[in-house]
């Protein structure tokens, strides 16, 4: 990161997000694990744990809607931002406390804390880039910014193995919301470095009220979400999916209705950003299951054993998982791994057995050493760090050939390259005999790989898109609705992966997730020649 080429700000931002998401991938990479444990979590099923982790995420970046309107009009960035690290640095430590109503309370100020915090970081840096000494470096900041993200995601997953081997989920927990206070710390230490960009918008003839919006929009939102309660069966999945998809209705309509009242100077690249919204939410349906059905096949159908020459550092470090094995005289399992009997949970039969071949089992009290599931939520960080630089000097070598992909193009080929990684899984279900036996561990990681590559195509031109599109008045609105589309996307992936019990083949299960991707990346590619002329217009190539 050379500063004499990037803003000054941008190392403070970037160790701010760091560390962030430091805290909330340590909490999200453990979250659907706790939920299920027999033992000293709550005993969910794959579906319930399913459906409340695309809840929770689906919330977490819903909230930003919110957050990013009140910083535009009312608190500023910099306050917006302190705000929403407090809340979830207060959200993260609270769930260290193994209660059901804290776990929600928890999971409410983590909500808030995001949305205040998520689309604010993201719209600062953009303002930094806006000057025109680094206007055409901001896909590159942004490339970097997202780098920051995975750095903290990749690091924070060994912690968390580490002090819940040590000392259970509630260390792990707590941990997250250390690291949350200590972006929030690096946040105010480089405040002067952008304190100049964080300006509140003036207020246009055209902007709907804000009174008026909690009014006419929020409310009804929630409104209408409580009237998905009262259906007598489930229209998507659960009541709650479809709480969620009725309450997004309202503020749907609200960016319709921003849409439809702008200048007409600003009535196409809002069009052009919405469109590109709409699409992208198929996206985030498959790549939001790393915290759930991925973490489900690393965790059950995954050859986690550690080699006999690793054990001694792994377990210096205390990264070792230990799996005590005790013959299933009491058959207490069902097929969905859950625990029949709660009365017998501590006999409970470890469901990483119940694929491994009887020849490879331990004798009757003994274990297997294997590494912690959440370990695995590490691979996708450790190849966006791996390839950012890759990519960007990639896209640094064709634009020095005028070659470069516009925006629109690079979050096409994204959404095509990243269908591709389900047919890897594909290739894993066949080869694993559809999870009869473990499957290599390198399935899973070139998996990763291949979607790694699609999501830096894709996620960073999100927010460098808005950035460069949004009217100044509407960025931080905007990027709430770049995180809209992130949040429905979140909740449709707890819908695909609380159906995961229910596909017998589960090849046929990444098979719906790759036709899924592949049909948004046609649609992206048809809407090509239109997007590209809307951001040729306004200079955002």
Not at 113 to 130: A, E, H, Q, R, V
Request: hydrophobic share 50%.
């Amino acid at each position: 990161m050379a500063r004499s080429k990037h803003p000054k700000g941008l190392p403070y931002l970037f160790f701010s997000e760091m560390w962030e998401r430091f805290g909330y991938y340590l909490m999200i990479g453990i979250f659907t694990l706790y939920l299920k444990d027999t033992v000293n979590g709550f005993n969910m099923t794959e579906a319930e744990a399913s459906d409340l982790y695309g809840t929770f995420i689906a919330f977490v970046f819903l909230t930003p809607f919110i957050g990013g309107l009140l910083a535009d009009r009312v608190l500023g960035y910099r306050r917006s931002i302190t705000i929403g690290g407090l809340l979830m640095g207060f959200g993260y430590c609270m769930m260290s406390i193994h209660d059901l109503n804290m776990l929600y309370i928890s999971m409410f100020l983590v909500i808030l804390g995001n949305g205040f915090f998520k689309p604010n970081i993201s719209t600062l840096l953009g303002n930094l880039y806006n000057d025109p000494e680094y206007k055409s470096l901001k896909d590159e900041g942004y490339n970097i910014f997202y780098m920051g993200i995975n750095i903290g995601a990749f690091v924070c997953n060994f912690f968390g193995a580490a002090l819940y081997n040590l000392m259970g989920w509630g260390a792990a927990f707590f941990a997250a919301g250390i690291g949350m206070f200590i972006g929030i710390t690096i946040f105010w230490i480089g405040t002067r470095h952008y304190k100049h960009v964080d300006v509140i918008k003036p207020k246009s003839a055209n902007d709907m009220p804000l009174l008026q919006i909690f009014g006419y929009i929020l409310i009804p939102s929630v409104a209408f979400g409580l009237l998905a309660l009262l259906l007598p069966t489930p229209l998507v999945g659960s009541k709650t999916t479809d709480a969620f998809l009725f309450g997004c209705i309202p503020i749907i309509f609200f960016y319709g209705r921003l849409l439809k009242k702008s200048p007409a100077e600003e009535k196409r690249p809002i069009a052009a950003m919405l469109a590109i919204f709409a699409v992208v939410i198929a996206f985030w349906a498959v790549f939001k299951q790393n915290g759930s059905t991925l973490n489900t096949w690393a965790d059950r159908y995954t050859d986690r054993e550690i080699p006999t020459e690793m054990l001694p550092t792994m377990e210096a470090l205390s990264l070792v998982d230990t799996i005590s094995y005790q013959k299933d005289s009491v058959v207490i399992m069902d097929n969905q791994f859950r625990v029949k009997d709660k009365k017998l949970k501590e006999f409970a039969y470890p469901s990483y057995f119940k694929n491994l071949p009887e020849k490879d089992k331990p004798q009757e009290g003994g274990a297997v050493y294997a590494f912690n599931t959440n370990l695995f939520q590490s691979v996708n960080p450790f190849w966006v760090v791996a390839f950012t630089p890759l990519i960007v000097a990639f896209f640094a070598f064709l634009k020095r050939r005028g070659k470069e992909p516009t925006t629109p193009a690079k979050i096409a080929f994204g959404l095509v390259i990243s269908a591709l990684s389900c047919l890897v899984m594909v290739a894993g279900v066949y080869a694993s005999q559809n999870g009869g036996v473990k499957s290599s561990a390198w399935w899973f990681i070139s998996s990763y790989a291949v979607i790694t590559i699609g999501e830096l195509f894709l996620s960073p031109m999100g927010l460098s898109l808005v950035s460069k599109l949004s009217p100044p008045r509407l960025t931080a609105l905007m990027m709430g609705g770049w995180f809209l589309a992130t949040s429905i996307g979140n909740k449709l992936s707890g819908v695909l992966s609380s159906l995961w019990d229910g596909y017998e083949d589960k090849a046929n299960f990444f098979y719906v997730n790759f036709v899924l991707l592949l049909a948004a990346g046609i649609l992206m590619f048809g809407m090509l020649k239109w997007l590209n002329k809307i951001f040729k217009e306004h200079n955002a190539l």
